[in-house]
């Protein structure tokens, strides 16, 4: 076990130094100069020449490559060109609000999704199965943006249920959490109901029914706790993408989260803010795999991590 989880941990660290570098050559590609958004268009040429030697932006990419990996492997993910403000301070900064509105809209999409997916598959092939396919494939085609919009003006503007934009307390995150939460809901239950229907028809269910065991305990205890093995997979790989910034809803609903700080430094070019945000979603990603591979023994002690 030791050696599987060393070579995990290896295997990451060459994914989190690929990101930094392909991250690194894609952002450098991109045409414009940062000095001239930093210190704008009117900028004499000397201003211009001292923020170039400043940043190194002169000096050939190569070198400049070994400036950000030395910085990346000591913890410093640089300062931002516009605010001058530490790249990892601006990212925790903005981490809380992340962090509870993907809480929220988890816990939301999961207590619709795991009812939705279990009862579909005990009545499958009903209308109540087609429905729920109906409802999940519409609410995929959703655009985020538009439907931010759409729930922001009727529910909001119009009713007053919700405050429009702005972050000052748990109220705020309610509407964006809700957003979010149609947009996945139906995606789980769909994954659920599939889990679910290969797991009621193994040997394990029918020994569970012969043996008398109530309808509820085969669905919940024997039937829901297998099926979510695919399900904590995907659902990791999206909770390491919510904190890495809903960028859309963010946006709409003026939340000072990390999607919209990822959003305004692309806007001012802001490299070093590009390349953070980009680096933290990455070692986001990497962890949520190594802890879905804790959750895979837990979930089912019969799963073995090879060496």
């Given at each position: 076990?030791l ?9 990451s ?12 050559f ?9 000095a ?10 000397d201003?211009?020449?001292?923020i ?13 490559l070994?400036?950000?990996l ?6 410093d ?22 962090a509870?509105l ?11 999704a795991?009812?939705?997916?279990v ?26 943006f538009?439907?931010?919009r ?7 503007y ?9 972050f ?37 269910v ?22 979510m ?14 904190l ?7 946006n ?8 919209s ?20 979603s ?22 073995k991590?090879?060496?």
């Open positions: 076990m050696l599987s989880f060393s070579n995990r941990l290896f295997w660290a060459v994914t989190l130094l690929g990101t930094a570098v392909l991250t690194f894609l952002v450098n590609a991109v045409p414009g100069d940062v001239r958004i930093i210190a704008g268009p009117k900028a004499s040429a201003v211009i020449k001292a170039h030697a400043k940043f190194h932006l002169d000096e050939p990419i190569w070198k400049r070994g400036y950000h030395n910085s990346l492997a000591h913890g993910l640089g300062q931002s060109y516009i605010t001058d403000q530490p790249v990892a301070e601006a990212i925790l900064t903005r981490l809380p609000a992340t509870a993907s809480a929220i809209a988890i816990v939301l999409w999961m207590l619709l795991v009812p939705l997916g009862l579909t598959a005990k009545y499958n092939g009903t209308w109540f199965d087609r429905s729920v396919l109906v409802l999940a494939t519409f609410s995929l085609s959703l655009p985020a538009w439907l931010a759409m729930l922001q003006y009727w529910l909001s119009k009713l007053g249920w919700f405050p429009v934009a702005g000052r307390g748990f109220a705020h995150l309610l509407l964006p959490a809700g957003t979010l939460a149609l947009l996945f809901v139906g995606y789980y239950a769909r994954l659920i109901h599939s889990s679910m229907m290969e797991v009621l028809n193994s040997a394990y029918r020994a569970a029914r012969a043996k008398g065991a109530s309808e509820t305990a085969v669905l919940f205890r024997h039937g829901l706790r297998n099926a093995i695919p399900v904590v997979t995907i659902l990791g790989m999206d909770v390491a993408g919510l890495g910034g809903v960028m859309f809803v963010e709409v609903f003026a939340l000072p989260g990390i999607g700080l990822a959003v305004q430094s692309v806007f001012n070019l802001d490299v070093p803010v590009i390349m953070g945000t980009v680096m933290f990455a070692v986001i990603v990497v962890a949520a795999n190594l802890v879905v591979d804790v959750l895979y023994r837990w979930i089912d002690p019969r799963i991590t090879s060496a």
